[in-house]
């Protein structure tokens, strides 16, 4: 009998019991942390958020949201490639995180930035086009949110995968408002895209060789004659 290789034994890792509060912790302890700055620096007159520390609170908030969008997109891949099907419980946390640091970084902007100035956010929501366009992902991120549940799974069926497809317009519109937003240091805006366009990619590409494997069945191939 073959010795089972350690990719085998890879493959055959089970979920460990400390995963699920690790994924907690890794979502929760930085925006724990960049709320604690901005209290510091308004009750202590520190500056772990910098000379500006609403604005930069604002865009770390926004870059949490885009690396928690990378993450879960990044669980079927590793899914497909570890074998690791246990890992897909942690998609919709990883989404619902997604969503609630993108509500937590416009209502940052609405409420700290521009102070709830009615005219300013009604501007913003019409003229500036990065506000538009991460306004727009924001409410297309709200129903996948709200469906994210096993009721709403069993409830929609066939409907609830056309709906969640919306998940993968998400990122791109995220990309695109963070690219608009910033002036200079396009670095990382350049890097999350190209990370988008691969996690993309590469469900485009199982996408169409799932499509070609039915096609080319015996079953299909009898039919089609």
């Known amino acids: 009998m073959p010795r089972p290789s350690r990719w085998d034994a890879v ?3 089970k979920r460990p019991r400390w995963w699920g509060w690790a994924v907690w912790l890794a979502i929760l302890v930085p925006g724990t942390v960049v709320l604690a700055g901005l209290v510091s620096d308004f009750v202590l007159n520190t500056r772990w958020l910098g000379s500006n520390p609403i604005k930069e609170g604002e865009q770390l908030l926004g870059k949490l ?3 928690y969008l990378v993450a879960m997109l990044a669980v079927t891949p590793l899914r497909r490639l570890l074998g690791w099907n246990w890992l897909a419980r942690d998609r919709r946390t990883l989404g619902l995180a997604a969503f609630f640091c993108a509500l937590t970084h416009f209502l940052w902007f609405a409420l700290l930035d521009i102070q ?3 005219a300013e956010l009604a501007e913003g929501l019409t003229k500036r086009p990065y506000i538009i366009v991460g306004f727009i992902a924001l409410l297309l991120m709200a129903p996948l949110a709200l469906t994210s549940t096993r009721a709403s799974i069993a409830r929609l069926g066939k409907k609830w995968t056309a709906l969640h497809r919306l998940a993968y317009v998400v990122p791109v519109l995220g990309v695109i408002h963070w690219w608009m937003s910033v002036k200079a240091d396009i670095g990382e805006p350049i890097l999350y895209s190209v990370t988008f366009a691969a996690l993309l990619g590469w ?4 996408a169409r060789r799932v499509n070609s494997s039915h ?3 015996p079953s299909s191939r009898a039919a089609a004659s």
């Open 65 to 67: 949201t885009i690396k």
């Open 203 to 206: 469900r485009f590409w199982r």
């Open 11 to 13: 493959r055959a890792y």
């Open 116 to 118: 709830l100035d009615g």
């Open 215 to 217: 096609a080319t069945t």
